[in-house]
Each structure stands twice: as structure tokens, then as C-alpha cells.
């Protein structure tokens, strides 16, 4: 609570008040809240002590006196490519954990895979002041005048990092899951050509697959041509699969929401998820637990990504680490409910060699 000022109006508790309380100076104690690299040398117990006395007397930095002082304004511009998906939704409350911890704020833009709406944003974000930018699913074709960080960026421009998962391992662990299971015949959801992340699995799986005595079959590859964000996004093209006729008994959907429209496919076309056809997704948004049945999906650190994708762009623009071209994070394959073993009396091909689907 602010401290009365002789029972009038409440007033902010200021820095000096917290220096004055532990009996130190107001540089000592502006330094540890400040997290200054002097601070390092202040003892931890000290530290400790200033913290306490800050919170007890609720002290509140004062941002604008600091952006002034130090002519900067802590402020940081995301560009995603939707703002309301669960992918970037999880991306940027990563961002947002961190920079709320340290004093940063954050202006958002869009681009959606346009080039003019990316500039534009770009444009108006440094009109504003941003100190760095984040950018969201975006392969980047120049390089930013600002310091920059691509969540899930695969470009190579100069002064950009780029946080990305480690698809070969991710589809790795996806496909064995299955292939452990027997599947052999296996469909593949390829995401859009915009989507940044769209070539680099698909090259992953091409790669893994014969290694695991998976083919990937023309037939049984659907390529998304339209970009959305919504389970409606799997449900069409899961009924293109299914009208070729081509015998399969697992699809590995390029992401959650594609993968969970294609199992009402699959069950509207009378076809049981697991026991007909395994699901498997990728990314593990929230909703993926609760549907029914629960999607086994390869799980992003999305979350994680937009705190380090925060973290590395604020120790740049501080000066205080190296910005790497790239870092790279890990996945996990979680098991849930929409996998299981091959069909009994499953066969790709009937007596008359047209292939169709046996049901267990």
C-alpha cells in the first residue's frame, strides 16, 4: 500500500523511501531493482533485503522517468500471422511472462504471410518506438534494421535468431510411435506453403520415413491450399483422403486443429478413431486433451519458445549475450487416446487388388 501523506491523498512509495527504510543508498538499491550488472556485486543477502522492503512498501518503478532517463522505451513489437490461434496464443503469453517480469511491454501486428502487411507493421512498430521485434510463423526475406527474433523462422537473414523446434527429431519420434503400432500405410497432411514450418517437416518426414519402412505415397499425401485456423481446416481434405479410396490405417496431420477435423471426418464417414484409423497432431494446444478421442500429438514448448524468443531479444538489445543464428528446442510425443495397434485383418489390397480399409 502507497504510504499517507499526513492523511491525505495516498502517494507513491519512491525509491528514495526504499533506500531510506533499509539504510542504504538510493544507487545501491536502484541498481539491484533495476537488475543492473553492478548489482552482481551486491550481496545476496542485501539484495534479498531490498526486495522485501519494495514489496512491503508496494514500490512501483516509475517506466516513464526511466524511458526518459535512459532514452529507451522497453517496448517490444510482436508480427504474427493470426493473433487469435492457439498456436500464437501460446507463443506470445511466452513472451508476455517475460517481458512482464522485466519491464517490457509489447505492441502486436499482423502479417499474414504478406509481405506488404509485414513491412507496413515493421513500419509503424518503429514509429512507435519498439526496440526489437518478434516475429510469429514467418520466414523472413530481408534483413530487419531492428534486432529481431523468428519464432519458428527458418530464413537465413543477417541479425536474426531464429527459435525453432527440431523437426527431425519431432517427426522421428511421431512416426516410430506409430510404426512401433505396425502401421505402414500412412497419410500425410502437408501444411501450406506460407506456413513457415510447412517445408522443414515435410523435409523431416520425406528424410525419417524409409528409414522406419515407411513409404510416402503420392496418393496418400493431402496438400493444404488454404490457410485457417480452425479444426475446419483438416475436416475437407480428410474427405478428399478418404474419396480416393486408397487404403490407410493412420494420418499424420501437419497440426492439432487439422488432425481433430479429420477425425470428424474419418467418424461421419463411419470409420472408429482409434481402432480404424490412428490420429496423430502435432503442436498440443489446449483443446487437444479434451477431445474425444484425446489426440496423441507431438507437444511444441510454444509457450517456452516466446519466453526464450523474449529473453533473447531483450539480453541483445542490452548488449549483455551474442545472438546466436539459431536455437533450437526440443519436442515430446505425448500418447493420448487416437493411436492404436494396426486393425486386425487389415489388408491394403482385396482379392480383386482394389485396396480398401477392413474394419476390426
Request: charged letters at 20%.
Amino acid at each position: 500500500m502507497s504510504r499517507l501523506n499526513n492523511g491525505k491523498e495516498p502517494t507513491a512509495t519512491t525509491l528514495k523511501s526504499v533506500a531510506r527504510h533499509v539504510g542504504l543508498s538510493a544507487g545501491t538499491v536502484s541498481s539491484v531493482l533495476n537488475n543492473s550488472p553492478s548489482a552482481a556485486h551486491i550481496p545476496q543477502v542485501t539484495r534479498d533485503r531490498i526486495h522485501a522492503a519494495a514489496r512491503e512498501l508496494n514500490y512501483r518503478p516509475n517506466l516513464l522517468a526511466r524511458s526518459l532517463r535512459k532514452q529507451r522505451t522497453y517496448t517490444l513489437g510482436i508480427i504474427a500471422n493470426d493473433l487469435g490461434d492457439a498456436y500464437t496464443s501460446l507463443v506470445i503469453a511466452g513472451v508476455e511472462k517475460f517481458l512482464r517480469q522485466n519491464d517490457y511491454f509489447f505492441i502486436t501486428g499482423v502479417h499474414h504471410h504478406k509481405r506488404d502487411l509485414l513491412e507496413a507493421y515493421s513500419d509503424m512498430l518503429m514509429q512507435r518506438g519498439v526496440e526489437g521485434l518478434i516475429t510469429v510463423d514467418l520466414n523472413l526475406e530481408y534483413s530487419p534494421t531492428l534486432p529481431t527474433v523468428a519464432v519458428s523462422g527458418h530464413g537465413q537473414s543477417e541479425g536474426v535468431t531464429n527459435v525453432v523446434l527440431n523437426h527431425h527429431g519431432a517427426v522421428y519420434s511421431a512416426l516410430k510411435h506409430l510404426a512401433d503400432l505396425g502401421h505402414r500405410d500412412i497419410a500425410f497432411m502437408r501444411g501450406h506453403p506460407a506456413s513457415a514450418d510447412s517445408e522443414p517437416r515435410w523435409q523431416a518426414i520425406c528424410e525419417i520415413a524409409p528409414q522406419l519402412g515407411i513409404t510416402v505415397r503420392d496418393e496418400l499425401v493431402i496438400q493444404f491450399d488454404v490457410e485457417e485456423f480452425s479444426p475446419e481446416l483438416g475436416y475437407p481434405f480428410a474427405k478428399q483422403l478418404l474419396a480416393r479410396n486408397k487404403p490407410f490405417t493412420a494420418l499424420f496431420a501437419y497440426n492439432d486443429l487439422s488432425a481433430i477435423g479429420a477425425m470428424r471426418a474419418f467418424q461421419e464417414s463411419g470409420l472408429r478413431v482409434p481402432q480404424d484409423i490412428s490420429v496423430v497432431g502435432f503442436d498440443d494446444i489446449p483443446v487437444a486433451v479434451y477431445y474425444y478421442p484425446s489426440l496423441t500429438t507431438l507437444r511444441q514448448p510454444l509457450g517456452a519458445m516466446g519466453g526464450l524468443a523474449a529473453r533473447t531479444l531483450v539480453e541483445r538489445i542490452e548488449g549483455k549475450e551474442a545472438s546466436p543464428s539459431e536455437i533450437a528446442v526440443e519436442g515430446e510425443l505425448v500418447v493420448r487416446e487416437s493411436t492404436g495397434p494396426v486393425p486386425v485383418g487389415y489388408s491394403s489390397r482385396n482379392r480383386s487388388g482394389e485396396p480398401h480399409l477392413i474394419k476390426a
